[in-house]
């Protein structure tokens, strides 16, 4: 039994040390440790592994592929591949081709030994022929090899490049994450790294372009978290539903599904379910182009002015004098009960039949003129300065906020015994949102649309911002 040997190693496979190995009866592919080996002895064969590579034996139009040792007999017209870990049949990587053939007869060498001399120009002229064809067939098989190995090497630069990238973004991330409740203005600047680093893609756009979308999409989500503006808010609700035009509805009060919003240029009161879009109108009454507010208190709804509180009923308001007011600031309901803020006897009132009596303990009074208050069993009240302070039980509980932002005006302080969090409005156009434990977890930039007034959605959880352009935003809180 005879056998034919070709040699198919291409530029790249022979720089990383592939090459064949022949001795009587041997034919070894080798690379280093890596060998596919095999030993041919009368009509059996003996295959030996060690590494990737694998032997493919085909017979007819049968083929077997073997990745392990193995021993077996093989028969005239067997084609054997030895083939590299990268290789496939006569296109790229390292691999050697064995024909299995009859022996020549002794006949036809004892003529060709014969007619040798007489045959030796044309079979010189027949070599020439079948170099030229087998040097056309390399050159071919070179040219597949190097393009192939070029892809390869594109694709490997291409997936480290994003790896680099993804790495890069989430190690931002992470970054920003341990540092946006010290220093919000850090953490934007991180992001905007990342954002950066998000780039600069184009070469791998088209393999990596739904993973690089899913990471800009993310660094975008943070950024609007941290300040950013021009980002495009969820649009909750439209106030043109009920009456086109801006800055028509100054302030809003919520429970549950419903938002019961109060207009001083139209004198009336609207309840919205933003969820059905559906509205209806309460009551229309001069009196309420004079309100300063509204407020939500269990099962019933009050607006109020500087010397009068309104429990607001289908068609009808229901008036009431307060009394021993000094300075109405803001007023918030909590069990049934209404409380004051009243920055002109510096202190916190509970009002028990339109009169308000003095809640804060003796002794306690507020630390400068409030803006705002909120209550969740305890009550929130927040400073012009934008630092938030906490009241228990008439008692100012200590509260470490760990960043006030640089701000021109703070108003509207929001929260819920539903949420962990408080919120509040700043130079009129940003929310910022602190956790109940002081620290910073959110800045959300309106860039030019002003803000009236905030509520706290406690179902998703979320704050919904009323705008002055008319429209009630979600920022969804997690």
Known sequence: MDYKVTSFIGSEADNEGWQKIEDKGIVEL????????LEIESERAKIEINGNGNV??????????????????IEIGDTIWLLGPE?????EGAAVKIEIRDPPSQEATARQSIFIKERAFSQEKNSISANLILGGVVFLLLIVGTFLGYQKRTDNEGQKKFEEIKSGVEAKIMEIESVRSVNIETALELAQSAEVMLSNTAAIEKKYGRELTELRNKVLEIKGGLGAGDVEYEVAYDTALIKEGDDLFKGMAIKDD????????LGQINVVNPNLKSTEKIVTDER?????????????????????????????????EIKNIKSLGEMAGWS????????????IMKLNGGEGKIWLKEGTNLSEEMTGMSIDSNIWVLGKSGKIYKYTRGEEEKFNMSAVTSLNTAKGLRTSDKVNFLAYVTDENTVVIYGKDGKISGKYNFSKTKINDIGIENQIPAVLVLAKNGKIYRIKIK
């Open 30 to 37: 080798k690379n280093g440790e890596e060998k596919i080996r």
């Open 56 to 73: 493919v034996l085909i017979r007819g139009n049968k083929r077997v592929k073997f990745t392990k040792n193995a021993l077996g007999k």
């Open 87 to 91: 290789a496939k049949e006569e296109v």
């Open 258 to 265: 419903l938002i019961y919003l109060w207009s001083g240029v």
């Open 288 to 320: 309420i182009k004079l309100w300063l507010g509204i407020f939500n208190n269990g099962e019933k709804w009050y607006g109020y002015d500087t010397n009068k509180i309104y429990e607001i009923k289908r068609n009808e308001l229901v008036e009431t």
């Open 336 to 347: 049934g009960l209404t409380y004051v803020l009243d920055n002109g006897s510096q202190n």
